[in-house]
């Protein structure tokens, strides 16, 4: 488990104070650790002089020894500068595999999607291409989020889930591809029985509104 620390400023206030910001986490002894990472409590903090909730992305590596791999969370700037490029992967002599991530939700798409032994890179297109269908298919409605689920109803199979009007209607496809079909059952009792794969995607749309802490990993 690592973390360090890091002098913040609060986009609202401006005011400064140091922080702790997780920077590295090994999935089979820091459940903990896990767990922030995947509900994105890890990637905020809140302001202690005015309470705003201030988003912020560590320079962090995710380690899987049981699936062999490593992620990398960082710019791209900095990624390139010991050689992983986000959308590849690269093999070290110990088999274990190195990816780069450039925001917390590519990062959450990418352990999960590994996790369960699919490469993130096909998850991505399937979802830009299931997004692709859905608009053009369904051109009246208003897409607010989309993300892989795994259906214990369905033989622990991973879907592509698509919420549209603010979570009052809900549609899926089977992954990688199918038809895209209403869901039968409200998004509250299905996300009971399922994990998710979280995809959001306005975090790559919004990505200059995130603090990148760059200095981390030198």
Known sequence: ????????????CGHHEQINLLTSCNSLFEVEER?????????SYKCSSCGQICK???SCVYTNPVNKFYIYLDSKENLSSYNVIPGYSQMDSNGYRH????????????????EYKEDPRIAELAIDLTLERFNRNFPKEDMSD??????NENNSKLSIAIIVGNGTRFYSSPYPFGDIKR???SIKSKIKRV????????????????????DLFK
């Open 195 to 214: 994990k998710t794969l979280y995809f959001d995607r306005d975090d790559f749309l919004s990505i200059k509104d995130w603090t990148y802490s760059n």
């Open 56 to 58: 912020i992305i560590p």
């Open 35 to 43: 767990k922030a990472i995947l509900n994105k409590s890890a990637f």
């Open 183 to 185: 869901f039968n059952n």
């Open 99 to 114: 990816y780069g991530a450039t925001s917390p939700s590519d990062l959450i798409n990418k352990i999960l999607s590994l």
């Open 146 to 151: 989309c993300f892989l689920f795994v259906d």
């Open 1 to 12: 488990m690592g973390y360090n620390t890091a002098i913040v400023s609060c986009p609202k």
